[in-house]
């Protein structure tokens, strides 16, 4: 049975929805170019737009990308 | 001190006569990255268990060479493919002994909790909207969605289970996954539309 937190949990990925998302393999292909994006300080929401809407909803995703991007700071 | 190159470089290199030594600076580097990302999410044997990941790493990296597209760094993508292997492993290691089952039936304790009806700061019409909206949803939810959507939608969205654990369990994997809970997702926003309902206003007035 649902409560309003749950509720809540599956409106906000009800209204994240798009017809265009792109799933984990795409996301994970062009996460090395979105991380260096970032990293230059350059718009990469804008350039990837698709990236950042897809680590939005996938934890899995995001958890790679915010750990990668504490493993290239750590190395240059 | 590691030799600065460039992505030719590292192809070259890694293949080439010199393999040897850019394994080593590769290795090097990534265990630096791992080291200092998982710092603070791994609290015991961190070194031992970091050159195992980076060991996988680098066996993988080198099977996928030819798969560079040389859109990034080639340090870059390396890290990417290490920091994939670890946080692979870790999860595996968390979840190892959960069954399906057990993820399903986890966490139930507060379904029933009747926080709609206790919230005493929405006024009695709220009360009913959100009673009636909820019981909407649900019927959605029961009959709109496949068993399969049902179980992805509960474990990830719901309980925020890792995507690649609750794949491995349901016999797929994490893309397919994705798939799966994005057609329930798709299908449930049309549903409320088609029934008048605008799923941003609902949410809207859920998170005043």
Redesign the interface.
């Given at each position: 049975?649902?409560?309003?937190?749950?509720?809540?949990?599956?409106?906000?990925?009800?209204?994240?929805?798009r017809d265009d998302?792109i799933?984990?393999?795409d996301c994970?292909r062009e996460?090395?170019?979105f991380?260096?994006l970032v990293l230059d300080g350059k718009n990469a929401d804008e350039a990837l737009p698709l990236v950042r809407h897809h680590l939005d909803l996938?934890?899995?995703c995001r958890?790679?990308y915010e750990?990668?991007i504490?493993?290239?700071?750590?190395?240059v | 001190m590691i030799a600065e190159r460039t992505n030719e470089d590292w192809l070259q290199d890694l293949q080439g006569e010199h393999a040897e030594q850019a394994i080593a600076d590769l290795r090097e580097i990534l265990l630096r990255g791992l080291r200092a990302a998982l710092a603070s999410r791994i609290r015991r044997d961190l070194e031992f268990v970091v050159e195992d990941f980076v060991q996988d790493a680098l066996l993988k990296i080198l099977a996928n060479l030819h798969t560079f597209r040389g859109e990034s760094k080639f340090t870059t993508w390396a890290h990417k493919i290490a920091v994939h292997v670890a946080y692979t492993e870790l999860r595996r290691r968390r979840w190892h002994d959960i069954s399906l089952q057990e993820m399903i039936d986890s966490f139930e304790g507060n379904d029933f909790t009747p926080a709609i009806l206790t919230d005493t700061d929405v006024t009695p019409e709220d009360k009913t909207t959100r009673r009636t909206l909820l019981a909407f949803v649900q019927r959605m939810i029961d009959e709109e969605l496949t068993e399969r959507q049902r179980t992805a939608m509960n474990l990830v969205v719901l309980k925020g289970i890792p995507m690649e654990e609750v794949a491995r369990r349901m016999d797929t994997n994490r893309n397919a996954l994705y798939k799966l809970i994005y057609d329930a997702r798709q299908r449930l926003k049309r549903s409320m539309i088609e029934n008048g309902i605008a799923p941003d206003e609902v949410l809207s007035e859920f998170e005043d």
């Open positions: 049975m649902l409560d309003l937190t749950k509720l809540k949990k599956i409106i906000r990925s009800i209204v994240a929805t998302e799933g984990c393999a994970f996460l090395d170019r991380v260096e996938c934890g899995d958890e790679e750990v990668l504490e493993a290239i700071r750590a190395t | -």
